[in-house]
């Protein structure tokens, strides 16, 4: 890009103070260097304030400390605050690559992108590389039919314009989970995605992720699909939408099936997936394995 416009970095935090020092300096770091950093404290009682300090003179820093209200309200406070043309996130255990921005703002010259974001790698609690094979597939352009099927989007490395705030909203502050697929179904309406295969963004991987809550996941998951298909209701294919609810049952119980070596629960689950898309062959394929392991 000829200039380099404004990018604002939010960084949500609750009792992250072991890694946040870490996910602030590697946006610091950025070669890119018109940005600013908006954290967010959302009601730690670990040494965040503490480990914050350091940051108190440099004037890209803007430190927020509220009660605990939940990531979407914390998240949503950095955004109210953001100054920047260009909205980023970066999770307060998580690190961005310094060639992060300069790599991606160059897609935003094509004015109907929307949002850009890329491919990922990870490491342990110690900031180990970790090898994790990836078999999630990425798309771009006009995306909402292949999203409303499976958010292949990592969240962190997503960069996105403010005006897509304004258009379509900020996170849902109801949903407790899935509040980035949430986000980017309701961009996608609007806007084309861009994907950069380039690994700009380093997630940690630990046990006390949430992510690891596959029932609040799946809760949520379909909360967040039935509002999106009543509030847009000519978006999608009938088709797209059969085959998104099929996803989302067979989904559910494979993680319940694999978690609690049931079958019943998970039975009904790929029941009521085969009748939302018969064609849908992973469901059978789960059927299979679910009836040979009952056996």
Same mark, same amino acid.
């Given at each position: ?11 949500a ?47 890209r ?15 949503n ?19 961005w690559?310094?060639? !992060?921005?300069?790599?991606?703002? /160059? ?5 109907? *992108?929307?949002?850009?974001?890329t491919?990922?790698? @990870? #490491?342990?609690?110690?900031s ?32 996105m ?6 258009r ?27 994907y ?15 992510s ?6 799946y ?6 699909l039935? !509002?999106?298909?009543?509030?847009? /209701? ?5 088709? *797209? ?7 989302? @049952? #067979? ?45």
């Amino acid at each position: 890009m000829e200039n380099e416009p404004l990018v604002s970095v939010v960084i949500a935090t609750y009792n992250m103070g072991q890694y946040l020092p870490l996910a602030v300096e590697s946006v610091l770091n950025q070669e890119w260097s018109n940005l600013e950093v908006i954290v967010v404290d959302d009601g730690s009682t670990d040494d965040t304030l503490v480990v914050m300090r350091k940051f108190a003179i440099d004037p890209r820093v803007k430190y927020i400390r509220t009660e605990n209200q939940g990531q979407p309200k914390a998240k949503n406070r950095g955004i109210s605050e953001a100054r920047g043309q260009f909205i980023g996130f970066c999770d307060a255990d998580d690190i961005w690559q310094p060639q !992060k921005l300069t790599t991606q703002m /160059p897609h935003f010259c094509e004015p109907r *992108v929307g949002v850009v974001y890329t491919d990922v790698s @990870y #490491v342990d609690p110690l900031s180990m590389p970790l090898s994790k094979a990836c078999s999630v597939h990425r798309y771009e352009g006009k995306i909402t039919d292949k999203l409303l099927i499976k958010n292949f989007i990592p969240f962190g490395t997503a960069v996105m314009r403010k005006e897509c705030v304004q258009r379509s909203g900020m996170f849902d502050e109801t949903l407790p989970m899935g509040i980035d697929w949430d986000l980017w179904l309701r961009y996608s309406v609007d806007w084309h995605f861009k994907y950069e295969p380039t690994k700009t963004y380093v997630y940690r991987i630990w046990q006390g992720q949430m992510s690891k809550n596959y029932r609040g996941r799946y809760d949520n998951a379909i909360r967040i699909l039935t !509002k999106f298909l009543s509030k847009y /209701p000519d978006t999608i294919s009938e088709t *797209v939408i059969s085959r998104a609810w099929a996803d989302m @049952y #067979v989904g559910r119980a494979i993680a319940i099936a694999s978690s609690e070596r049931t079958f019943y629960e998970p039975f009904r689950d790929i029941i009521s997936g085969l009748r939302s898309d018969i064609r849908y062959w992973p469901a059978w394929r789960s059927l299979a394995k679910l009836v040979i392991r009952r056996l």
